[in-house]
């Protein structure tokens, strides 16, 4: 598959189905959804709206444009034209198995077809398809437009290479497919989850605790543990020194103490189900669930930035996520100017929510963000990609002046002119221009000086021949600009300029 797929099909539009949705747009993938539900627009275009906010907070890296979303009236429409087809139904195997008849009917012979089912297996749900090689088993994790870990269940019958094909695709919207290797009910994750569930039904229905006593344990324990190491490896560390042996000799004997209750089930009587409601209903019901959506979409956004920074667990996934982002970013912008005879477009973005302070206006940190990544889609453009970058070779931004002439609130656009004022063997002197808002009024201005260095020296080096070459083809073009007559001074003089 190429790396943007043209056309996705979405069957169901629910919690999943539309976070699903939501991640094949927001990476530039046109969506064809099929749901009979009433509300179904409605619904996706909330889930939609939290997810587009959430993507924005947690990466500053530049998104492709957003796809196309459409709904429409049957799966045919929805699949005739789909690369990749996400189905998203009740869990009922009756409903799901007419669906794929249905969905085979009609698909290209090429197109791949994924589940989000959380329990039934590929082979129940390939029954009396004439391609199950097609066919396996997509399961993701609420919000899907966030948690990055996506359980690709193939039966015997599914082609290694569309396995392949889709992990690839799942890969470059964020996500990382984890190959189950044997098929088996429930997967992997919900019979961890179903575990945990079990015991904590037990101990609401004993009295011992409350919904909000078991939540908090978790979040405020070993639901930290988990979020950046897992099982396995946080009970290596509790085993100290000695790793794993020593603590799989040390606890393991406990297993066999009658402690859990994972082979039964309390009965869901009326008298449980309401106390599991009333108790929930205190512990989160000041909220809508909108509102809670939005409250755990920040809260993953914090983590997951938090581990980028390291980076590890969902954070390298997201590091990665990013780097792929920024890299299409400036391969597109590398290809928008063949011949510099004017200032650069090199990058575009827009005054997000989190851009903004209490007045509702773009923050001066925001906009030495906006010109920061300018000045990275300048460098892609000049030469400086991955593979210079590893030859130990770059270039560092040593000054900046940054002049803020006009105000700008959020969601309006901004676009920034990049023009090369001079340069030398080892240094590039660049002027960026914004302009946004409304009016595309000039909002701002930066100078940078940027020093070619030798990063595993750590001193300043002469650039590669390509970054030269490059530099003078822009710079017979820049040299018979105008220069501003702001470039190249200073910070006002107050005493002897006035304001």
Known sequence: MSEKTSVTAAIGGGVIGGGWIARFLLNGHDVNVYDPHPDAQRLVNEVLSNAERALRRMTMAPLPTKGKLTFVSSIAEA??????????????????????????????????????????????????????????????????????????????????????????????????????????????????????????????????????????????GFGLRWAQMGLFETYRIAGGEAGMAHFIAQFGPALKWPWTKLMDVPEMTDELIATIASQSDAQSGMHSIRELERIRDDNLVAIMQALKAKPWGAGEILKSYEDGLYAKAH???????????????????????????????????????????????????????????????????????????????????LRVETRLLGYDSKRARILHELFGGPGD????????????????????????????????????????LETPDYAGKPVRNIATDGL
Do not use: C
Not at 115 to 128: N, V
Not at 130 to 154: D, G, M, Q, S
Not at 157 to 171: C, G
Not at 376 to 386: E, Q, R
């Open 79 to 220: 699949v005739r034209d789909a690369d990749y087809i996400q189905e998203s139904v009740p869990e009922r195997l009756d409903l799901k198995l007419k669906i794929f008849a249905e969905i085979e009917k009609h698909a290209q012979p090429d197109a791949m077809i994924g589940s989000s089912t959380s329990g039934f297996r590929p082979t129940q749900l390939a029954e009396g398809l004439k391609t199950p090689e097609r066919l396996f088993v997509a399961h993701p994790f609420n919000p899907v437009y966030l948690l990055p870990v996506v359980e690709v269940v193939p039966s015997a019958m599914t082609s290694p290479a569309v396995v392949e094909r889709a992990s690839a695709f799942l890969t470059t919207i964020g996500m990382k497919p984890l190959v189950v290797r044997k098929e088996i009910d429930a997967h992997i994750a919900d019979r961890l989850l179903e575990a945990v569930w079990r015991e904590g039904l037990w101990l609401v229905n004993d009295g011992i605790a409350t919904t909000q006593e078991i939540d908090d344990v978790i979040r405020f």
């Open 441 to 480: 009024e000039l909002l701002a201005t930066a100078e940078h000086m940027l020093l070619h260095v030798d990063t595993k020296k750590s001193t300043a080096s002469e650039m590669g021949e390509e970054l030269r070459r490059a530099l003078a083809n822009i710079w017979a073009y820049h040299k018979t």
């Open 331 to 413: 391969a597109h912008a590398a290809t928008a100017n063949t011949e510099p005879s004017g200032p650069l477009a090199l990058h575009t973005d827009r005054v997000r929510e989190d851009f903004v302070d209490y007045n509702g206006h773009m923050t001066e940190s925001r906009y030495l963000q906006v010109f920061g990544d300018a000045t990275d889609a300048f460098l892609h453009y000049i030469g400086m990609n991955t593979d210079y970058l590893a030859t130990g070779r770059s270039m560092y931004t040593v000054e900046t002046h940054i002049r803020h002439l006009r105000e700008v609130k959020m969601g309006e656009p």
